[in-house]
C-alpha cells in the first residue's frame, strides 16, 4: 500500500482565505494535489523496486480520489 501525507478538513479546519470564509475542500484541493504529484517520482521507485523482485508478477494497481492523481503521474 501507498500513502502520502493530504490536507482535509481534519488536517486544515481554518477556512478564511484572504479575510473571506470559503470551503475548506477549496483550500485543501490545490495542495493536496500539489503534494501527490510530487510524490510520484517515489511511488515510480516502489513500482521498480517491486518490479525488480517479482519480475514474472502481475502488479496491480486501484487508487482512489487524490490516488488518481498519484497515479496517473506515476505512471506518465
Avoid at 482535509?8 to 503534494?35: A, M, Q
Amino acid at each position: 500500500a501507498l500513502r502520502w501525507p493530504t490536507h482535509s478538513v481534519d488536517t486544515d479546519p481554518s477556512t478564511s482565505l484572504f479575510g473571506f470564509d470559503v470551503p475548506v475542500d477549496v483550500l485543501t484541493f490545490n495542495r493536496s494535489e500539489h503534494i501527490a504529484l510530487k510524490s510520484a517520482p517515489a511511488a515510480r521507485d516502489f513500482f521498480l523496486a517491486l518490479r525488480s523482485n517479482r519480475p514474472n508478477h502481475t502488479i496491480s494497481v486501484a487508487a482512489h480520489s487524490m490516488g488518481n492523481v498519484l497515479m496517473m503521474e506515476t505512471l506518465r
